[in-house]
């Protein structure tokens, strides 16, 4: 971690929503990235060619300073040789309200990455709190004021999702199914504002499609820009989001509602299957 960042930084835990303006946020660089178990489709299609991981830390690094203009505290994660994935800091933690909770991993791989967090949550003197029962991962778990929509497919399990209704009971906690061949639910489904949402509409049962269509004008993304991960953006607040520029459709369905997109080229990191939500896992939004 950079001593310079972190510097008399304890911030407030305070996560509402996917799109208020970002203050404080956790990453980590892709030092030892690598696709050494597939664990997911994407994986599966860049496993012979792997990561350039020259090439994807020149990118997260580029992403560092696109964020640092907007004021945003960046906590910077101590990268560990044993974790391929560790750039994906979404998936270790998340924030709901005013609690931050640390994963259970599914995949053996990723098992233990949430550790380093917590050595730095204890030594900031942030609490955090870990759920008892079964598997919960940080990319299934989407917040929006008075509702908890929650990702369905395996990595996420039903024990952790009671629990979660359990410990969040002022919170309407919603379970969305969909296959896991999708990996997490923000791969799929994802928050611009109060009223619209960015989804990939095939993974969804018609059921559910309604449902997210009554409090959302959801924008669709095609498959094409589904594997490419279009709907994996960051909002950093006032309407603006950060975003692949593979992904042009996408883009420009945005900035004909008035968002400012501001491109990224992630094209390496997204090799194993994450993008810039799951690269960033917010402390604070206000």
Not at 92 to 97: K, R, V, Y
Request: glycine share 4%.
């Amino acid at each position: 971690m950079d001593p310079a960042i972190l510097e008399n930084m304890q911030p407030s835990i305070a996560c509402w929503n996917e799109y208020d303006t970002l203050r404080h946020v956790v990453l980590c660089p892709p030092r030892y990235m690598k696709i050494s178990r597939i664990i997911n489709e994407v994986q599966e299609k860049y496993a012979e060619e792997n990561i350039d991981t020259d090439l994807a830390e020149k990118q997260h690094r580029a992403l560092i300073n696109t964020l640092k203009p907007f004021g945003i505290d960046i906590i910077l994660l101590e990268p560990h040789r044993r974790f391929s994935d560790q750039v994906f800091t979404r998936d270790i933690a998340f924030t709901l309200g005013s609690r931050l909770f640390l994963a259970n991993m599914e995949e053996e791989i990723r098992r233990e990455e949430e550790e380093i967090l917590e050595r730095w949550l204890t030594e900031q003197r942030i609490p955090h709190h870990r759920l008892s029962a079964g598997s919960i991962e940080g990319g299934d778990v989407l917040i929006d004021r008075d509702t908890i929509w929650v990702g369905d497919s395996g990595r996420t399990s039903h024990q952790a999702i009671d629990e979660l209704r359990r410990e969040m009971p002022q919170l309407k906690v919603v379970s969305l199914p969909f296959p896991p061949d999708y990996l997490h639910l923000d791969c799929i489904f994802n928050i611009l504002s109060p009223t619209e949402a960015l989804i990939y509409p095939e993974a969804f049962s018609a059921e559910d499609l309604k449902l997210l269509s009554t409090r959302y004008d959801l924008i669709e993304v095609s498959a094409e820009e589904q594997f490419t991960l279009g709907t994996n953006v960051l909002s950093i607040g006032n309407r603006t989001v950060l975003s692949l520029p593979v992904n042009p459709r996408v883009n420009q369905s945005m900035r004909q509602r008035d968002f400012t997109v501001i491109e990224v080229d992630l094209s390496e990191i997204i090799k194993s299957g994450g993008s810039f939500r799951c690269c960033t896992m917010p402390l604070v939004r206000s």
